[in-house]
């Protein structure tokens, strides 16, 4: 079964119990394995102004049989299901965000989708999760506790619960 590992943000609402709802509804609605999750991260809401509330960011890494493209479909609809309100451009608040962000043995640059995501290493929030889970990951040729140990990581805090 192939490993993937996918990044989840909630600033809106009850945040953990969103996140938690999202890997709840991977597994039930389309099979997917959860096989880790990482600690929560929280961090300010990067290019959305002071009045957006603080996310809380994690990872997981997950087993599945779908293809990327339908696990990107399955995150999707997840977040639709879980009241994801996408908006024509800008960053938005929003109750979940499900990033897929590497999947075992892709790589991908199509219109839907782009295999490793191509901004792991320019986010702390998603960067520091991620290399929780697999820091031996390779991302362009540099592993994944480089990426982070490169990374200024200021405004990202340990949150006190788990997914």
Not at 90 to 113: K, P
Not at 120 to 148: C, H, K, N, T
Request: charged share 25%.
């Amino acid at each position: 079964m192939p490993l993937a590992y996918i990044a989840l943000g909630s600033n809106l609402g009850d945040r953990l119990g969103q996140m938690r709802q999202a890997l709840a509804h991977l597994t039930g609605d389309f099979g997917v394995e959860i096989l880790a999750t990482s600690s929560v991260y929280q961090n300010r809401a990067v290019g959305m102004g002071e009045a957006a509330g603080d996310f809380l960011n994690a990872a997981a890494k997950v087993g599945c049989l779908l293809d990327p493209v339908d696990l990107l479909r399955a995150c999707l609809s997840v977040e639709e299901q879980l009241g994801r309100v996408r908006s024509g451009h800008g960053w938005r608040s929003r109750t979940i965000d499900l990033d897929l962000l590497a999947y075992e043995g892709v790589t991908l640059n199509s219109e839907q989708l782009i295999l490793p995501h191509p901004r792991i290493r320019e986010r702390d929030f998603v960067a520091v999760p991620l290399a929780e889970l697999a820091p031996e990951l390779e991302i362009e040729g540099q592993r994944m506790s480089q990426i982070v140990a490169d990374l200024s990581c200021r405004e990202l805090t340990l949150y006190p619960e788990r997914l």
